[in-house]
């Protein structure tokens, strides 16, 4: 993957074909990431090579760049990050295509996201023609099409886990973040109704989102809600199976974005449905397989049509990443925080 195997300049001065990408060699705060030179990608036969015009930092590349919670790194690399250029989600313009690749050519406007490879934090990345990239939805400009498939991503391996469907009852914790705001589109383009969770200064937004109604966290504890519901989808992970089960349906499904307090979400997801009630989910959404190729591709059409817009907070250039991560670890940020890559020229 781009810019990945290696991060600081060669023995020999430079490199014969660089390009700029935010590098961090260590796990820690957001200082450890500074913009350097390293080996501009080249498009392998069955690869396409995409100038990269936005991407975004998301808490995938926080969780990546921390080492954080811990156990991450016996698959990340124990003592140091294997790799070192993150960025998990790209917008930008195909560059060159390798011998075999027949679906992109030079000059798609394409969007996706990287999964585990990651490599968006860069001027160019290499994507496999099979990978999760698509042409872009025509109404986007690179900047609004970054932020459209992290996020609602997770969204929509949850809801797809918990089989929502057209009439269902879901509440919604958190319905300002990333993947709460992809979780109250997907689910209203699918046409359950929707309670929306958030702080009072959102609420209109939440609305214009599509949700049926909004409670404020502020103002009043959803926990004690008296509407139950078919599935409580806590995108922000601040609650627990324990307080929301009362809010479950017989049969209700519980799903969190996070672990929960005592890390116990994934054992009550083995447990939980054993005894046939109100059980919890803990789907961990791959990124390899044909279901997440077609997930980019069906992000594409609720675009079109409509459905589907990703909510965007912050712009930052991409020289300006350290400050990027700084905010989105604030807990605070509403929707995505989109970095503008400007590509070199050479
Ligand atoms: N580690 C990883 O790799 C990883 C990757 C992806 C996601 N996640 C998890 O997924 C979650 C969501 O991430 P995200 O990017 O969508 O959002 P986020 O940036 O973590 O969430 C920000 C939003 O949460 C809202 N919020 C804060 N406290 C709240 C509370 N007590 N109740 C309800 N809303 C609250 C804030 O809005 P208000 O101003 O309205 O409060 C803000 O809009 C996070 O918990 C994160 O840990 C983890």
Redesign the pocket.
């Known amino acids: 993957m781009a810019g990945n195997e290696s991060c600081s300049r060669p023995w020999w001065g430079g490199y014969s074909s660089p390009m700029k990408a935010a590098v961090h060699t260590s796990y820690g705060p957001p200082d450890v990431v500074r913009i350097a030179e390293v080996e501009k990608p080249t498009a392998k036969d069955n690869e396409v090579l995409v100038k990269v015009h936005a991407t975004t930092v998301?808490?995938?590349d926080?969780?990546?760049r921390a080492g954080k919670p811990f156990f991450v790194r016996f698959l990340t690399g124990l003592i140091r990050p294997k790799v070192t250029v993150l960025g998990y989600e790209l917008a930008g313009e195909v560059e060159a295509v390798g011998s075999g690749v027949t679906s992109f050519v030079v000059g798609d406007r394409v969007f996706g996201f990287t999964g585990s490879r990651f490599g968006a934090h860069a001027e160019y990345l290499a994507v496999p023609e099979d990978g999760l990239l698509a042409t872009m939805p025509a109404n986007l400009t690179y900047e609004q099409a970054a932020p459209s498939t992290e996020?609602s991503h997770?969204a929509l391996s949850m809801i797809r886990a918990a089989k929502i469907g057209s009439g269902q009852a879901v509440l919604v914790?958190?319905a300002?973040?990333?993947?709460?705001s992809a979780a109250v589109q997907l689910l209203k383009s699918l046409g359950a109704e929707v309670t929306a969770?958030?702080?009072t200064?959102?609420v209109e937004l939440v609305r214009g989102l599509g949700a049926d109604r909004v409670i404020d966290?502020t103002a009043e504890d959803f926990t004690k809600d008296e509407q139950t519901y078919d599935l409580v989808l806590d995108?922000?992970?601040?609650s627990s199976f324990g307080q929301c089960k009362r809010l479950l349906k017989p049969g209700g499904i519980y799903v969190s974005?996070?672990f929960g307090p005592l890390s116990q979400n994934p054992i009550l997801a083995l447990i939980t449905p054993l005894f046939g009630g109100r059980k919890v989910l803990f789907p961990i959404p791959t990124d390899r397989s044909a279901r997440e190729q077609e997930m980019v591709k069906y992000f594409k059409e609720l675009i079109e049509s409509g459905e589907f817009k990703p909510v965007i907070d912050r712009r930052y250039p991409l020289d300006e990443i350290v400050e990027a991560y700084r905010y989105?670890e604030t807990?605070?940020?509403?929707g995505n925080v989109v970095i503008s890559v400007e590509p070199s020229t050479s």
């Not at 300002?176 to 709460?180: E, K, P």
């Not at 807990?331 to 509403?334: A, F, L, N, R, S």
């Open positions: 998301n808490r995938t926080c969780g990546f996020g997770y914790n958190g300002t973040g990333a993947v709460g969770v958030c702080g200064e959102h966290y995108a922000v992970g601040k974005s996070d989105v807990g605070q940020k509403i």
